[in-house]
């Protein structure tokens, strides 16, 4: 999932302070798995401005709602009967899910409440880590499921630096080394000579060598 964390509330109130009718729009899909933009943050963050707008004498409707997905044109067009009553979007949405509303209703200034992070997994309740970086050609097999690129602090693909120690990364302790955890992994399959071969620098042309990246399939078109 898309993981993304609340931007503080001086800015997000600096942004809004040229509108006076503010839709503050969650999504509930990835952001709110990562506790960042679903249903609950927004009510809150829609309670917390209108807060402050009263405490600063500010004339200003902040209303909320929360759709199933910001970056699915399905869901955003359900916006279509509500968006003329307001003058700006607050969107708790992840970066595609802002520039989806916006797409659609042009017309509408749709500002960013959230900082998106990174493709990562829910590790355990309020601990999310990332664990790819969306390559483009993904190489889990030839290390064990264990992706090096994203959990390797140093993106080292033939064998570890020397500096684990003890199971942990050298640069972040607090981290497993990806490489301690790619050799127990592949060890456990019996498959360690995966890493006889010599990988090549990574191409990254398949990420950001060719402008925006799409997916096309004639066969999901309608
Ligand atoms: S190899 Fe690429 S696609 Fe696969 S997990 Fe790593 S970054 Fe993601
Ligand atoms: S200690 Fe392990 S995870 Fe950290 S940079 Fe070195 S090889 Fe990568």
Do not use: H
């Amino acid at each position: 999932m898309i993981t993304a964390e609340q931007k503080p509330i001086q800015e997000i109130r600096d942004m809004i302070s040229p509108y006076k009718k503010i839709l503050v729009l969650g999504c509930n899909s990835c952001v709110a798995e990562c506790a960042a933009g679903g249903e609950k943050e927004t009510a809150m963050l829609a309670s917390a401005l209108r807060m402050a707008a009263k405490m600063n004498e500010e004339d200003v409707l902040i209303e909320e709602k929360a759709i199933e997905r910001q970056c699915v044109k399905d869901f955003v067009i359900l916006l279509d009967d509500i968006i003329d009553q307001y003058d700006a979007v607050l969107s708790l949405g992840c970066g595609a899910g802002v520039q989806a509303v916006g797409d659609m209703f042009y017309e509408v200034p749709v500002i960013p409440a959230l900082n998106t992070e990174f493709l990562g997994e829910t590790k355990e309740q309020g601990l999310w880590l990332e664990n790819c970086l969306g390559c483009g050609d993904c190489m889990l097999y030839y290390f064990g499921g264990i992706c090096p690129l994203a959990r390797c602090s140093k993106q080292l693909l033939n064998g570890p630096c020397g500096g684990s120690m003890e199971g942990r990364c050298e640069v972040d302790p607090d981290m497993p080394c990806a490489w301690q955890m790619i050799i127990d992994r592949l060890s456990r399959f019996g498959a360690l000579e995966r890493l006889e071969q010599v990988y090549p620098p990574k191409d990254w042309s398949k990420k950001q060598g060719v402008g925006p990246r799409r997916i096309q399939r004639e066969d999901q078109q309608r």
